[in-house]
T-cell receptor, first 108, second 117 residues
Framework: GQNIDQPTEMTATEGAIVQINCTYQTSGFNGLFWYQQHAGEAPTFLSY????GLEEKGRFSSFLSRSKGYSYLLLKELQMKDSASYLCVGGNFNKFYFGSGTKLNVKP | GAVVSQHPSWVICKSGTSVKIECRSLDFQATTMFWYRQFPKQSLMLMATSNEGSKATYEQGVEKDKFLINHASLTLSTLTVTSAHPEDSSFYIC?????????????FGPGTRLTVT
């Protein structure tokens, strides 16, 4: 199957660092993606990993371990506008499979 | 680049009527578009994959006669919700893959909020 698990909700403080974990069980993914979704809006692309290791993109970094079925999204220097849901998405050429999302609350 | 638009942004319709939602890739040609549905506080669920010039591929549990998908050109796919019922009220989002940007990445439209009364 394509079970993708991530925590339901997290809270962090402005300026801090937060790591959102994602585990998955599938043999059909070619890539692991992270999207940000604000309430009532469509998801926006943040980062993706095709190979094992860390991909850094400004304040956002994503890590993948295919052998462990594990990924995380790291957000640095948190800002209030980072309060949103973060979606872990497994994908191949034909389909995306979405996790249930982690709602991140950033407090002052 | 890689902008996807949807129209309308929101629509209210009466039970039993049909509603058409358009998804357009504005600055690239999309041979494949995807239609998702999202209920409140839930994640996106893939409904169907729309391929230009051929029939859409529907996910298990999605009624193809109720959710009609037409991908008539490389920049336009439409989703028609036929004989809508209140339980069809949801946030419908399309996405498209831009072959020029990478074969895996999908770009999402802004979504269409459908309310059936």
């Amino acid at each position: 199957g394509q079970n993708i698990d991530q925590p339901t909700e997290m809270t962090a403080t402005e300026g801090a660092i937060v790591q959102i974990n994602c585990t998955y069980q599938t043999s059909g993914f070619n890539g692991l993606f992270w999207y940000q979704q604000h309430a009532g809006e469509a998801p926006t692309f943040l980062s993706y990993n095709v190979l094992d290791g860390l991909e850094e993109k400004g304040r956002f970094s994503s890590f993948l371990s295919r052998s462990k079925g594990y990924s995380y999204l790291l957000l640095k220097e948190l800002q209030m506008k980072d309060s949103a849901s973060y979606l872990c998405v497994g994908g191949n050429f034909n389909k995306f499979y979405f996790g249930s999302g982690t709602k991140l609350n950033v407090k002052p | 680049g890689a902008v996807v638009s949807q129209h309308p942004s929101w629509v209210i319709c009466k039970s039993g009527t049909s509603v058409k939602i358009e998804c357009r890739s504005l600055d690239f040609q999309a041979t494949t578009m995807f239609w998702y549905r999202q209920f409140p506080k839930q994640s996106l669920m893939l409904m169907a994959t729309s391929n230009e010039g051929s029939k859409a591929t529907y996910e298990q549990g999605v009624e193809k006669d109720k959710f009609l998908i037409n991908h008539a050109s490389l920049t336009l796919s439409t989703l028609t919700v036929t004989s809508a019922h209140p339980e069809d009220s949801s946030f419908y989002i399309c996405s498209a893959r831009d072959p020029g940007q990478g074969i895996y990445e999908q770009y999402f439209g802004p979504g269409t909020r459908l309310t059936v009364t």
